[in-house]
């Protein structure tokens, strides 16, 4: 199902997606605090994550009972952070 609305939105995305804006300079736009800024966090973010992936992977190997919510999060945070 997942796969299947994928495909849909790629399907429609040029018919209903954003026009280039003439004037714009990306280089511009991507070189502002708050492009800056936001880049930053999902770098400390993702690094977080990669960090808290290795330590829940050695705790597993020790046997030692992990935290299920800090599982999730860790997990969850890896999957939706790096897309930038």
Same mark, same amino acid.
Do not use: E, K, N
């Given at each position: 199902?997942?796969?299947?609305?994928? #495909?849909? @939105?790629? %399907?429609?995305?040029?018919?209903?997606?954003?026009?280039?804006?003439?004037?714009?300079?990306?280089? =511009?736009? /991507?070189?502002? #605090?708050? @492009?800056? %800024?936001?880049?930053?966090?999902?770098?400390?973010?993702?690094?977080?994550?990669?960090?808290?992936? =290795?330590? /829940?992977?050695?705790?597993?190997?020790?046997?030692?009972?992990?935290?299920?919510?800090?599982?999730?999060?860790?997990?969850?945070?890896?999957? =939706?952070?790096?897309?930038?």
């Amino acid at each position: 199902m997942g796969t299947f609305c994928i #495909a849909c @939105a790629i %399907l429609t995305l040029p018919d209903v997606g954003p026009r280039d804006q003439p004037g714009q300079d990306p280089i =511009v736009l /991507l070189t502002t #605090a708050a @492009a800056l %800024l936001w880049g930053a966090a999902l770098t400390v973010a993702t690094l977080t994550c990669c960090a808290g992936m =290795v330590a /829940l992977a050695r705790r597993s190997r020790r046997r030692r009972p992990t935290s299920g919510g800090v599982a999730l999060g860790v997990y969850v945070t890896a999957q =939706v952070t790096p897309r930038h």
